[in-house]
C-alpha cells in the first residue's frame, strides 16, 4: 500500500504545482490602520494606476441640461521599483466590500492576481475587502450559511423559459419547517445575480439570522429585465420576444412576478404563502417594480421597501392607487434614498411626500450617499430585520 | 398613470444609462469558418498580444529529470490601428469552450470587453465559445434546465462545515420521482466549483437529458480538499485543521464522502440510496479519490470512472483490493486518459494493465490530448450516457 500512497502523492503534488499563485496570495495586503497596498508586477508597463469604489467621486454622474454626464475616472498612481513591481499604499480605507480596476498603459482591466471578483452589469470588477466592524455584517463568517439555488422556471406571462436565484435559510434541507418570502429585486442594468455578488444579500441574511436579528427566510431574486432568460452567458439569447423589456407602470416583469413567479415558488419550496409572509423590495428599477407592483396587488405583500426610486409626477390615477394601498394596512412600508443620489433623490422626495399627504404610516430614511451599492447592502440588512415580525 | 409612467421611464433610461457598452459588444467575434476576430482598445499600450488554450501548446508541461518544467507562453501579437485599436484575426478555432488573456504590455490580463470568465484555481480566464456540431453538448441551449444549488453541509469526519454544489435535473422541484446520484470529483488546485465553471457538468447533463441520452440524476460536487471550507472567497478561511489536505490512500477527504456527504444528499435529496444509483468519478486527484473511495468501499458504487488518474507502483495490498472490487461486480468501470497527458498516462496504463492482470470488466478510453479540460468534458459526456441503465 506504501508505495501506491507515495505514487499517488508524486502525482498529487505534480498537480499542486501546476496551480498557479495561491489566491490568498493577492496582490492586495490590507495593513494596520486600514492602510491598503495594491502592488502588480508588470516591468514592461509604462504607467499603473488604480481606481476603486472607495475613491471619491469613483462612478459620480450628473445631469447638466437633462442629459446625463459621467464624472472622470478617479485614481490613484502606482510607482515602480527597480523589479518591475509598481506599487502603492492607500487608505484609510473604511471596512466595506469594494470593486476595484488596474490601468495598464490606459486599459481598465481586473487584478491579475486577485481571483475574486463581482460583475456589475456589463463590468468585471476585483474585489477587496477590509474587514473590520462595519463590514462584518457583509463577511463570509463561521456561521451557518443558507443554500443558494440556481433555478429555472416557466414565464407564460413572458413566454419564456428564466433562471432565478433562491436562497433557503440555514436548516432549510434537514427541516420540516415553512418559512416567509422576500422577494428582492436588482436595479438597472443589473440582473439575478446582483443581489448577491454586489449586494451580498446571502451573506447578510446568514449573519443576522446567525444572531437571531432577523427572521429565517427563504429570498427569491428573479432577472427583472422582461426579455432576459438569465445573466450573460447563464442562459439562451433570445429575440424577437414580444414582452417589452422596459415595460413599466405594472409592466410585463410585475406581472410575471405575480403570475408566475410566487406561484412556482409557493408550489415548490416550503413557504408560507399569505400576506403576512410575503415582502417586497428592490433598488432603482426593482424599487419601481415592487412599487408597481403592490398598487396592482395591494393584498399580496405585508412588507414594502422602495430603494433608491421614486416618482415625479403624481396623478389621480396614483393618488388613488395609493389610498387603496392605505386601506390594505401593509404592515412596513420603507423608503431610502442616498441624499446625493442625482437619480432618485428628487422623485423619493416626490414620493415621500405622497406618502405623507395620503397619511400612510411609512419609514424613510435618508443617507449620506448616492446611488450605489453602498447604501443597498444596509438598506436590506435594516430593512430585513424589520420582516416578519 | 401616464405622468407616472413618463417620469418612472425617465429614471429607468438614467439607469441603463449608466450600464457600461453591453456584453454581447464583446472584443471577440466569431466570423465566418471559424476564424475569430479579437480587439481591443489600448492607444497607449506598446504591445498586445493574446493566449488561449486552443493554441497549440499552451500550458505545456514536460518532465526534465523528474523536475516538472511549464512551457513558454504561446501567443499571437495584436496589430494596433490608427485608432489605437489593436485586433487580430485567428483561427479556424474548432467549436469548443476556451480560456484566454490578453497580454497587455507584459501583463497577462482578463478581456477587458468580456465579462464571461471562467476561473482555473487560481487564475482568471476570459471565454470564449465557438458555437458548432463540436461543442453543442456544453452550450446553453433551449432546453430544459437543471438546478444548480451551493449547500453548506457538516462534516464531522473533517471537523468542518463544507460548501458543495448540487446538480438537479430539470423537474426536480415540480415532481415526486426519485433520481440517482453521481458523484463528481475535482483535480488537484480546483475547487467544489471547477466542474461547473471549468467543466460545464450541469450543461452537459441538461443537454444529454434533454436528447434521452442520459437518465435524469442528480449530480454531486464537493471540494476535494479536506483543509479547505470553500472556494476562494465563499467561505472563511480554515487554520490549524488536523485533516491533511492531502492525505491520500482512503485519507480525509474520502471518509468525508462516504461518512458525511452521500448520508447527508441521501437524507436531504429525493434520490435511491442503493449501490445501483450511485456513480462516482473525478479528474486526476479527483479520479484518485474515485478509486481509492471505491477500493475502499466496493458495495458503495455500481458505476466508476477515473479520469487522468492512475497508480505507480501496484502492490499486493492494492491487488488484493482489486480483487475484492472485482468481486463486487461493478456493472461499469471507465477509465480514461490523454495519450499526450505527461502527468497521468503512465500511471493510468499501469492502472490499466493491473486491471487487465486481474481480469476486471472496464472500458478504456485513450483521447487524444493531455491533461485538460477538453478530454474532461467529452469523458464525463460519454460517462453520464452509460449511467443507471
Known amino acids: 500500500m506504501k508505495s501506491v500512497f507515495v505514487s499517488i502523492c508524486m502525482i498529487l503534488i505534480a498537480c499542486m504545482a501546476l496551480a498557479q499563485p495561491s489566491p490568498t496570495k493577492s496582490s492586495v495586503e490590507v495593513l494596520e490602520n486600514n492602510m491598503v497596498r495594491f502592488s502588480l508586477l508588470a516591468p514592461e508597463a509604462h504607467e499603473v494606476s488604480i481606481t476603486g469604489e472607495w475613491m471619491p467621486g469613483y462612478g459620480s454622474i450628473s445631469f447638466e441640461n437633462g442629459v446625463m454626464k459621467r464624472g472622470p ?24 466590500s469594494y470593486g476595484y480596476s488596474y490601468v495598464i498603459d490606459g486599459v481598465m482591466v481586473t487584478d491579475p492576481a486577485n481571483v475574486i471578483v463581482k460583475r456589475d452589469g456589463a463590468t468585471l470588477l476585483s474585489v477587496l475587502f477590509v474587514p473590520g466592524k462595519e463590514s462584518e455584517y457583509i463577511d463570509v ?13 416557466d414565464s407564460p406571462t413572458l413566454g419564456l423559459y428564466r433562471r432565478m436565484l433562491v436562497y433557503t435559510p440555514p436548516g432549510y434541507e434537514t427541516g420540516k419547517e415553512k418559512y416567509p418570502v422576500l422577494y428582492l429585486l436588482h436595479g438597472g442594468s443589473i440582473d439575478e445575480e446582483g443581489w448577491t455578488t454586489m449586494g451580498k444579500a446571502h451573506l447578510i441574511l446568514d449573519n443576522l439570522i446567525s444572531q437571531g436579528k432577523a427572521r429565517p427566510m427563504l429570498i427569491v431574486m428573479p432577472n427583472g429585465y422582461a426579455n432576459q432568460t438569465a445573466a450573460p452567458g447563464e442562459g439562451p439569447v433570445v429575440t424577437n420576444v414580444s414582452a417589452p423589456g422596459m ?5 410585463a416583469f410585475e406581472k410575471s412576478l405575480v403570475n408566475d413567479i410566487i406561484p ?6 416550503r413557504v408560507i404563502p399569505d400576506k403576512d409572509n410575503r415582502a417586497i423590495t428592490g433598488l432603482s428599477m426593482g424599487g419601481m417594480h415592487s412599487f408597481n407592483t403592490v398598487l396592482n396587488n395591494p393584498d399580496l405583500f405585508s412588507y414594502i421597501g ?27 412600508l420603507w423608503v431610502g434614498c442616498g441624499v446625493t443620489d442625482p437619480l432618485a433623490y ?21 443617507s449620506e450617499g448616492a446611488h450605489t451599492w453602498f447604501i443597498w447592502r444596509p438598506y436590506l440588512a435594516e430593512f430585513a430585520q424589520l420582516l416578519f415580525k
Not at 396623478?315 to 386601506?327: A, F, M, W
Not at 422626495?349 to 430614511?365: G, N, P, Q, S
Request: aromatic share 10%; hydrophobic share 40%.
Open 264 to 269: 412556482f415558488i409557493e408550489s415548490v419550496y
Open 346 to 366: 428628487t422623485s423619493t422626495k416626490t414620493l415621500v411626500d405622497l406618502l405623507r399627504k395620503h397619511d400612510l404610516d411609512f419609514v424613510y430614511r435618508e
Open 306 to 332: 422602495v430603494f433608491s426610486a421614486g416618482i415625479r409626477n403624481p396623478g389621480t390615477e396614483l393618488e388613488n392607487q395609493v389610498e387603496i394601498l392605505k386601506s390594505a394596512k401593509p404592515k412596513l
Open 73 to 96: 475616472i478617479v485614481s490613484k498612481n502606482l510607482m515602480k521599483d527597480d523589479t518591475g513591481l509598481w506599487s502603492v499604499i492607500l487608505g484609510p480605507v473604511a471596512p466595506n
Open 141 to 153: 463568517k463561521e456561521v451557518h450559511h443558507g443554500s443558494l439555488n440556481r433555478v429555472w422556471y
Open 247 to 251: 415595460a413599466f407602470s405594472y409592466g
